[in-house]
């Protein structure tokens, strides 16, 4: 896939950022969409703090930061950063409506040959296609947190993706380092679905005071050799997304999805996780502070 191709990302939040890093630094012109001017900002000096992190570590060639700047471009108008995109990858917040009215601006904006990806952790691709004129060039494009440590894009077709769309898709992936699986579209995919019960199933553990949420972590940690415990990863992924992905589980798979009442305290409490520092544990300067865990009452 040759690397001018040019890529909107729509969503500054903590994937969007990771997403318009990885594109930027596989030598793509990335457009970086958000409503939040704030968000936009944050956004861009968190992608050039990773590529100072990487040259400082000796992995990332210092000329890589010009690259990244002179390619990346701040917008806050949807249908003009999607004019002309040859892909644009949908990635704010967890929610139906939110979606379908971004890809269907976006969608009416760009070319007829665009492709149209969601970053999506659960929702379904066939209805979010529904908003868009030429359903076949829809596809999902589901990435991990943090993106340029996480080696997956997870590759979604809906109902009516084309076989071209699905082989433009994984050859973006493949440009940018990440190994690509191909998922038939089913709620959670395989990812979200795995991942949700998990970290649902702890929460109900911590609920019901069967351990701290220190100790669920250490052992799925040390007796299973997951890299983070199901609540530390809860806490990266961000509460509230992961109840909105819950919710839909819960409708479309059934009983054993119900979200645990904790996370729904959780997100009205506003401890959303790492992104606001604070979760089920509390964070300064973005390390976990030892002992903060939540201890429900
Ligand atoms: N956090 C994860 O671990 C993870 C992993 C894979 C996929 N996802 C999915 O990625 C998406 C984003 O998640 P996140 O964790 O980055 O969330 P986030 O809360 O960090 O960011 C969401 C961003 O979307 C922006 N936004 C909201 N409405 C918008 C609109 N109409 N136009 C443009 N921008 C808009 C918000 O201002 C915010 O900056 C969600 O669909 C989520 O399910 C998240």
Same mark, same amino acid.
């Given at each position: 896939m040759p690397t001018n191709d040019r890529i909107t990302v729509v969503g500054a939040g903590q994937m969007g950022l990771g997403i318009a890093h990885g594109f930027a630094v596989a030598g793509h012109p990335v457009v970086l969409v958000d409503v939040s001017e704030g968000q936009l900002e944050k956004a861009k000096t968190a992608i050039l703090g990773i590529i100072d992190e990487g040259v400082k570590r000796g992995?990332?060639?210092?000329?890589m930061r010009g690259q990244v700047e002179g390619g990346l471009t701040l917008s806050k108008d949807l249908a003009a950063a999607s004019a002309g995109a040859d892909l644009v990858v949908e990635t704010a917040t967890e929610n139906l409506k939110i979606k379908l009215d971004i890809l269907k601006t976006a969608a009416d904006a760009a070319g007829e040959d665009a492709v149209i990806a969601t970053n999506t952790s659960a929702l379904s691709i066939t209805e979010l296609a529904s908003a868009v004129n030429n359903p076949g060039r829809v596809i999902g494009m589901h990435f991990f947190n943090p993106v340029h440590k996480m080696k997956l894009c997870e590759v979604i077709r809906g109902l009516q993706t084309t076989d071209e769309t699905v082989t433009r898709t994984r050859a973006w992936a493949e440009g940018m380092g990440k190994t690509h699986i191909l998922v038939n579209e089913a709620? %959670?995919?395989t990812t979200s679905r795995m991942s949700a019960m998990l970290g649902n199933e702890a929460m109900w553990m911590l609920s019901e005071g069967v351990a701290t949420a220190e100790d669920i972590d250490t052992s799925l940690r040390l007796?299973?050799?997951?890299?983070?415990?199901p609540l530390e990863l809860g806490d990266l992924t961000g509460w509230d997304t992961r109840l909105s992905v819950l919710h839909y589980l819960h409708q479309?798979? %059934?009983?054993?999805?119900?979200?645990?009442?904790l996370i729904s305290k959780m997100v009205k409490a506003g401890r959303y996780g790492r992104k606001v520092g604070h979760g089920v544990y509390r964070y300064e300067d973005g390390q976990k502070v030892p002992g903060s865990g939540l201890r429900p009452v």
């Open positions: 992995k990332v060639d210092a000329a709620p %959670g995919f007796a299973f050799n997951h890299p983070m415990g479309t798979l %059934g009983e054993k999805f119900r979200p645990c009442p």
